[in-house]
DNA sequence: TTATGTATACATGTATACAATCACGGAGGA
DNA sequence: TCCTCCGTGATTGTATACATGTATACATAA
């Protein structure tokens, strides 16, 4: 297995909440921190403003991504849309490989759920739910989505993320598939992120009316 | 006004057809040609990369995109649910400055509609009518798609186009947008995307069972 | 006080040189 | 004939050095 890139380490880092949305991220200093120049620096930086993680302007230092209480609500209306689709989709076209591998998936995230890497075990599942749908570019999309709607979470404590609530919604939702029951499926979703969104939006809003 | 930026002239050969898909852009090349080193050239490329207008793998050289058969269906699937999620957000929000504004772009993209820059036109209209929706995120990536859309289509005979339908959509889009008429304006554009999208397959079908 | 100009420090953008990797073709052997 | 195994040329990846642009602080003038 080849190391991790350069991009991957600075991506889990922003994922686990190291780097806090808005923390600059120098080209110099990471040249130094990875003991490399600062072209591979570029170019993962060059990644990461592909996927939104972070945002960068000419001449100035590029920082992690810190959303507006308008593009987070933006971001979930995208997910909504999309991952309702990307299930609709699926869905239909599951066949028993696919469900025993959501099943997979479902435990592999269950035991990752309070860890720190909890990100990819959630996306893990999703992936797992929306693979029967054959549209790649659109699960790619809604993975950029989920991430950078993680960012804004993991800034936050760790212990208000309802982590409990996370695990039944996954297990319904598995059973939903398992039923071929769309609508149910479809209702979950709807209120798994609509839950999310609207628990992040508490969060910011207690940071930023009482910020210290 | 600054001069375009290498990314830029770029973006705009690869619409205009100049560079069809498949082409190879080497590092070299281009840096010869701009008269600058490879550095800028790799910036340039990572941002083409990261609007999927190429495709780039680490140690190979970058292709101007070239999708199969399935990507294309499913872009214009994505294009289809992002753009009528924005129409339905947008039509109810839009005031007498939207459509005035929606009526200019409208004559610019029809005075342009049989140059070369026809994209651009299209792009502004679009964008137009969107604006309303609020949602800047999501026209971007409805923008992203529809730019790798016109690549292919760049690809093959300009005068297959069907300029004259495409110019009456626009006409009869703008028509309901100021009826207010979201049902008739999504047909109007459910029936716009599905039929780009099948002259766009059969075109493609047309080379490949006849390559030479 | 407010605004503007300027110097300095620092971060990013770019050019050049070198190292690592890959594609291709030809030699050798089963 | 076909397959495998190198070598060679070309292409990309990286390090170093320099050029350019931006921000901050301070001095100066209205």
């Known amino acids: 297995m080849p190391p991790p890139s350069i991009a991957q380490i600075l991506q ?7 780097l806090p949305p808005g923390t600059p991220l120098s080209q110099a200093d990471l040249a130094m921190r990875f003991g490399v120049s600062r072209i591979p620096i570029r170019d993962a930086l ?3 403003s592909a996927t939104g993680l972070i945002t ?3 001449n100035r230092t590029a920082t992690v991504l810190k959303m507006t209480r308008d593009e987070v609500i933006e971001a979930y209306n995208l997910r909504l849309l999309l991952e309702g689709d990307l299930l609709a989709r699926a869905i239909p076209q599951m066949t028993d490989s696919h469900l025993s591998a ?3 998936a479902l435990e592999r995230s269950s035991l990752e759920a309070r860890q720190s890497n909890w990100a990819e075990g959630d996306r893990m599942f999703h992936d797992a739910i929306y693979a029967a749908a054959g549209q790649p570019r659109q699960q790619a999309m809604v993975n950029d989505l989920r991430r950078i709607c993680c960012i804004q979470i993991a800034g936050y404590n760790q212990l ?5 609530r996370w695990l039944t919604d996954h297990q319904r939702l598995t059973n939903a598939c398992r039923a071929g029951n769309l609508r149910r499926a479809t209702r979950i979703l709807r209120r798994h992120l609509n839950g999310a969104r609207n628990h992040l939006l508490r969060e910011m809003d207690r940071k930023t009316t009482r910020p210290a």
């Open 102 to 104: 959501i099943g997979y």
């Open 160 to 164: 208000t993320r309802n982590t409990d």
């Open 56 to 58: 960068a302007s000419p």
């Open 12 to 18: 889990d880092e922003i994922l686990s909440g190291a």
């Open 46 to 48: 060059a990644k990461l």
